[in-house]
């Protein structure tokens, strides 16, 4: 760390050496289980939607203007307000706020199984469904990063686990969804997404939580705005995270936004969807290798670890833009998704041990917000400047941005040299 404000926040000495990793075989409680279970469920049901809604409107007549309005209005109303989130869940119970989301979105999306059901599908409905979705999802997101401390000794440990089904999930769900529109019809995937709320909602309704100090302590003294205002002084006031996610927007707009849509440009009429759907299940797999590295490799300085595995991420874009064949574009993108997810674990075990829990949640949503903010405007810009530049040649400047992203952030002394610690951090002051 370089300033002293911080290390009063986490309650250490910079020069105090971490604490000795948990015991092994403590991970799997009671508690542990219920969240995983609440995680993977719903992940499974996120990963199947896209394809439902994409089939249902394009039964109905509408085009890929329409399912881009339709996940626009979800995104926009969760990027807009997770900050919100961030401080209600700090002021109130972050795992009753997770419920009353999962119980929101259970209704959302069985009144769409409803409409589709009755062939009664309306575009405007479906934006104002998906729009409210994304209220709940902002509400419940910020509580995740709260939660996992909680239920789970073993933090770096948990991540992995969940990161890992996480992938597995994404990598089921749309195959899923397929069989099920294909079998049944796209109100039946939908309705399916919905029970995966409902689970969530019990699972996470069944957790046996340790007390937090500032839950169940009455109305705080302080004002909403007060509250908004600390957690972005307590965010802007941690160089490491604040250098992190700056860098992180940049590598949203130029990598991570227009790598997806881009790579399905070039791959999809020159190979065909079987080709894409293979290095998607590359990416997949990948990531779950990388979730079941950082679970057994954890550095001292976890963030100059998982940007050094950062630099493999710069194959997915180099490798679709240099025109390899499938074999090697999947096997560079296995070795980006094992990249990204070992990157990603270190991440957020380090927010969620070196941040203290009664402002965790707030710093997570401008964490969220700053990074998932950027990811639309690289969508946005990748057309007009593959338009510009060729696709091809976009791609290649994204490999080149993801070298020179993880250059930076090994740069940065307050990300280089942040240390690991194995239990959560309390404030001090």
């Not at 070196?354 to 990748?382: C, D, F, K, T, W």
């Not at 020179?404 to 040299?417: E, H, Q």
């Amino acid at each position: 760390m370089t300033s002293s404000a911080p290390q009063k926040c986490l309650g250490r000495s910079a020069t105090t050496p971490p604490p000795a990793p948990p015991k092994r075989g403590g991970l799997w409680s009671a508690n542990f289980r219920l969240y995983f279970t609440a995680r993977s469920i719903a992940m499974l049901g996120d990963s199947m939607l896209p394809v439902a809604m994409a089939a249902g409107l394009l039964q109905y007549g509408y085009g890929a203007g329409a399912i881009g309005l339709v996940m626009a209005s979800f995104m926009g109303c969760f990027a807009g307000l997770v900050i919100f989130g961030g401080v209600i869940a700090d002021r109130f119970n972050a795992r009753l706020l997770m419920i009353g989301a999962d119980v929101v979105r259970l209704g959302m999306m069985s009144l769409l199984a409803a409409l589709f059901f009755a062939d009664h599908v309306v575009l405007w409905q479906v934006c104002a469904i998906s729009a409210v979705n994304g209220v709940a999802a902002a509400m419940f997101q910020p509580g995740v990063a709260s939660t996992v401390p909680r239920v789970a000794s073993d933090v770096q440990g948990a991540n992995g686990v969940v990161r890992t089904a996480e992938s597995m999930m994404a990598l089921a769900g749309p195959a899923l969804a397929g069989l099920l529109v294909a079998f049944a019809s796209p109100g039946g995937v939908i309705t399916a997404n919905a029970a995966t709320f409902g689970v969530s909602a019990v699972c996470l309704f069944l957790l046996r939580l340790p007390p937090v100090a500032h839950e169940g302590a009455g109305p705080r003294a302080s004002t909403f705005r007060a509250d908004l205002v600390e957690g972005w002084r307590e965010f802007s006031g941690r160089p490491w995270m604040w250098s992190v996610i700056v860098i992180w927007m940049v590598f949203m707009v130029t990598v991570m936004g227009p790598v997806t849509p881009l790579s399905a440009g070039e791959i999809l009429p020159a190979h065909g969807p079987k080709a894409y759907g293979l290095v998607s299940s590359c990416l997949g797999a990948g990531t779950a290798l990388g979730a079941l590295l950082a679970m057994r490799f954890r550095s001292r300085y976890p963030l100059r670890a998982g940007a050094a595995a950062l630099f493999g991420s710069a194959l997915y874009p180099a490798s679709v833009g240099a025109h390899l064949p499938i074999p090697a574009i999947c096997g560079c993108i296995f070795v980006a998704g094992a990249s990204w997810a070992y990157w990603g674990v270190n991440w957020a075990t380090s927010v969620q041990t070196q941040v203290p829990g009664e402002i965790l949640n707030r710093i997570h949503a401008y964490e969220v917000a700053g990074s998932v903010a950027m990811m639309p405007v690289g969508q946005a810009l990748s057309g007009p400047a593959a338009s510009a530049f060729g696709a091809r040649h976009v791609l290649l400047a994204g490999g080149v941005m993801s070298v020179l992203v993880c250059v930076t952030l090994l740069s940065v002394p307050a990300i280089r040299n942040l240390r690991r610690v194995a239990v959560p951090a309390e404030k001090t002051g």
